[in-house]
């Protein structure tokens, strides 16, 4: 069922890039990442009301949990994700995107929410390695499908939902999980639209039947249900245990793109990709191994 959960959520988030890239030609893209939020989290946030005697926080402590997770998960990186998403092709800049649980390991590591072993500072390295195979060869020829600005925008959202991740793992043992997806939500909004309002023109959105299922797929399935799926199981698992799942994000975007947007990678694309899910793979394997082993020792010592 974990697994399950997991799959499906790496399925919804690669449904997301597709469909800002039909969505971003109706409309500005910080403001479509506002009205994104607002509609998931407002989706969460009716939700929440059916299950809690009360959908509004109480504490200071709450809150600054809601702030930090909603400017990192939510400003960050869906203003990351839309602004990227103008200047990157969909697949490629899902893949880029997957960087997040490289940046979560390190994140981790400084913050001390986990302990982050040698294997997986290793993992890192050649994650990043992965990256550095897709993007620097298409910088240099100077491809259409990516840009240095829309990378360094997709990476700044694949920050900032690592940090909402290493914060949401800190304290989420002890939250009602389906309040605080939706409020990170409708927080994290604040800024978009403030920004999306100062710097976009409003009357360049074009309402229509393109808008308006692009919108309908990213807020409901590709955020409030992945959002709530996501944020359960770091409740009771290890960031870095469910942040390898996260290498069939791309595969599942690869294969979307080419039936659905006729796209094609490069051979250093694909080498890259190769990379970083070969980095993601050994290290959930080797958490495996490591969870049996203890496992064959707690049996031991038991009998």
């Known amino acids: 069922m974990l697994k399950a959960k997991v799959i499906t959520v790496c399925f919804l988030w690669a449904l997301c890039y597709p469909f800002i890239s039909v969505a971003l030609s109706d409309s500005p893209p910080l403001l479509l990442a506002f009205m994104r939020s607002v509609l998931a989290g407002a989706t969460l946030l009716i939700l929440s009301a059916k299950s809690a005697e009360s959908i509004i926080p109480r504490g200071w402590s709450v809150w600054r949990s809601i702030i930090i997770i909603g400017i990192g998960y939510t400003s ?35 913050t001390t929410v986990e302990k982050v072993t040698s294997r997986q500072l290793a993992t890192l390295t050649i994650g990043l390695v992965g990256i550095s195979v897709i993007v620097f060869p298409s910088l240099l020829q100077d491809q259409a499908n990516i840009t240095l600005s829309g990378v360094g925008f997709v990476l700044m959202g694949a920050f900032g939902v690592a940090l909402g991740n290493v914060w949401l793992k800190k304290v989420a043992s002890g939250s009602n999980i389906l309040m605080l997806s939706a409020w990170q939500l409708i927080v994290g909004s604040i800024p978009l639209g403030i920004i999306g309002l100062l710097t976009e023109n409003t009357q360049s959105i074009i309402w229509g039947i393109p808008l308006a299922t692009s919108l309908a797929v990213l807020a409901i399935p590709g955020t409030a249900i992945a959002t709530y799926l996501w944020f359960n199981v770091l409740k009771s698992e290890s960031l870095h245990n469910m942040n ?39 290290m959930n394997a080797k958490k495996s191994k490591g969870s049996k082993e203890n496992k064959a020792k707690a049996l031991t010592r038991a009998s």
């Open 244 to 282: 390898a799942f996260t290498f069939l994000t791309p595969l599942f975007s690869l294969i979307i793109g080419a039936v659905f947007l006729g796209e094609r990678l490069e051979t250093n694309e694909l080498i890259g990709t190769a990379i970083i899910v070969s980095s993601l793979v050994f």
């Open 76 to 110: 960050l990186g869906f203003s990351g994700m839309f602004l990227g998403g103008s200047l990157v092709s969909p697949g490629l800049a899902t893949v880029i995107a997957n960087s997040q649980p490289m940046i979560a390991v390190a994140l981790a590591y400084l």
